[in-house]
């Protein structure tokens, strides 16, 4: 892979927690426009390893390089605004889904555009009144496309998702998977996804495959 077209670099990551070792020797790359997965048996350590990439978590060993510059080296807001995370069970704040889609616009000292969040709305299958409803009545599966749309509304050059599909039926699945697809497609967006869904597998660039007991990364198979 030419290095300047790499976004992402994971150099030999590993990853301990007391005697445990969760993550080891875990090497790949990601650049703009391709779509990985990361798939293995429960334990394995995919969520970690999406944490770590994410910079909530630091490696025990390794190297995380963003546009060829260690993670830990630069701001948290900076980083975070450009490489966003989405995790099955989000955490949505304030008392309405209008509170969470405003925030990245707050955060960037911009006006909502009203117009904007209702046509993203729509186009997760969700419909305009949502946006006065309490989040503590929303369901799993609004939850997480309510958070999905908060992280793209302005969109990053690296989208981390971890099983965000979960809690939604087979229609909206293959919703939410063609509408990240066409992000990468046509917004040469960098995503990394973790998940057991065999269709998203089927469509990913690569698979990254963790291995039981020790989180070894097996290479990675053309999907």
């Not at 209702?118 to 006065?132: K, S």
């Not at 929303?138 to 509304?153: A, F, M, P």
């Not at 989208?159 to 990240?180: F, P, Q």
Request: proline share 5%; charged share 25%; net charge negative.
């Amino acid at each position: 892979m030419n290095d300047k077209s790499v976004i992402l670099q994971i150099k030999d990551v590993g990853y301990r927690a007391g005697e445990n070792t969760i993550l080891q020797h875990v090497d790949f790359c990601l650049s703009p426009g391709e779509f990985k997965l990361i798939t293995g048996p429960s334990g394995c350590g995919k969520s970690t390893l999406l944490k770590i990439v994410a910079s909530l978590l630091s490696p025990t060993e390794g190297t995380i390089l963003f546009e060829g510059k260690d993670i830990a080296s630069l701001s948290p807001e900076s980083y975070r605004q450009q490489v966003s995370y989405s995790v099955q069970t989000p955490s949505l704040f304030g008392d309405t889904v209008y509170d969470n889609l405003i925030f990245p616009w707050q955060i960037r000292g911009k006006s909502p555009e009203p117009e904007k969040l209702i046509a993203d709305l729509a186009r997760f299958g969700l419909p305009q009144e949502i946006l006065t409803k309490s989040i503590t009545e929303l369901s799993g599966g609004e939850r997480q496309r309510v958070s999905l749309i908060r992280n793209l509304q302005f969109l990053p050059k690296v989208l981390l998702l971890d099983e965000i599909t979960s809690a939604l039926d087979e229609s909206n699945k293959r919703n939410v998977n063609d509408i990240i697809h066409g992000y990468t497609r046509e917004q040469n967006i960098a995503v990394l996804w973790v998940t057991h869904d065999a269709n998203e597998i089927t469509h990913a660039d690569d698979v990254i495959r963790l291995q039981p007991q020790g989180g070894k990364m097996q290479e990675a198979n053309r999907g």
